[in-house]
């Protein structure tokens, strides 16, 4: 059965591939079959034979494979909910690429730049998986849950929709004008917003411990 068996503050979600501009982040299930994630993201970075010339897509789509030969080997039937992210710029781009894998299914999903528009590459802003809500809120000023109530309440879709995307909810945040020190440091603020809210809130903490920030 899916349940939580434990919650701890001192499991790895960030790794960085060798010494390489590439990196792997995870959510969800901290284990598959009876391996935990931290040592087959280690297996899968040891065993690799990454190119001089690094192309993120395609390790994005050997890493699936990687992990669907680890379930295979461990029979694994019910694995709950694990899913990574891949970022890192390959050889011949200058902006960063990045992709989610989830598991179970094995999907990849490009999630920036989110088409083949170059111009596309240049446009900033944040993204968030994981525990949602509190960063919802803060960022674009709602979350699922409010809208879903209203919804509840008669109030029709399209005036939810338009809600939304009129601008008035979300904070004004400059994203384009920021320098590396301010991203990262705009990076730890969202991430202690989400630990203080799992730390606070009525429930089981989702999030806490140490912030690990790779550039």
């Known amino acids: 059965k899916n349940r939580i068996v434990k919650v701890t503050n001192f499991s790895s979600k ?24 931290t040592s087959i993201v280690g297996q899968f970075d040891s065993c690799y034979k990454f190119e001089s010339s690094i192309n993120v897509e395609k390790v994005a789509f050997n890493f699936k494979k990687f992990l669907i030969a680890i379930i295979k080997e461990y029979k694994v039937d019910v694995i709950g909910e694990v899913n990574f ?6 050889a011949d781009k200058y902006f960063s ?24 590459s240049q446009n900033y802003g944040v993204s968030w998986f994981g525990s949602s809500y509190p960063l919802a809120r803060f960022i674009n000023g709602y979350d699922a849950d409010q809208c879903n109530f209203l919804v509840s309440k008669g109030v029709s879709l399209d005036i ?19 320098s590396v020190q301010e991203a990262i440091d705009f990076a730890n ?19 806490g411990g140490d912030v690990d920030i790779c550039v």
């Open 14 to 37: 960030i790794w960085q591939l060798k010494n390489l501009p590439l990196a792997i982040m995870s959510w969800g299930n901290a284990k598959i079959g009876p391996r935990t994630v």
């Open 85 to 90: 992210f891949i970022g890192g710029y390959s």
């Open 97 to 120: 690429d990045q992709y989610k894998i989830s598991i179970p299914g094995g999907e990849v999903t490009k999630v920036f730049p989110c088409s083949n528009d170059p111009y596309d």
């Open 160 to 178: 939810v929709d338009e809600i939304k995307n009129s601008g008035i909810l979300p904070f004004d945040f400059v994203f384009g004008s920021m």
């Open 189 to 207: 603020y969202c991430m202690q917003i989400v630990i203080g809210y799992n730390r606070f809130y009525g429930g089981l903490p989702y999030c």
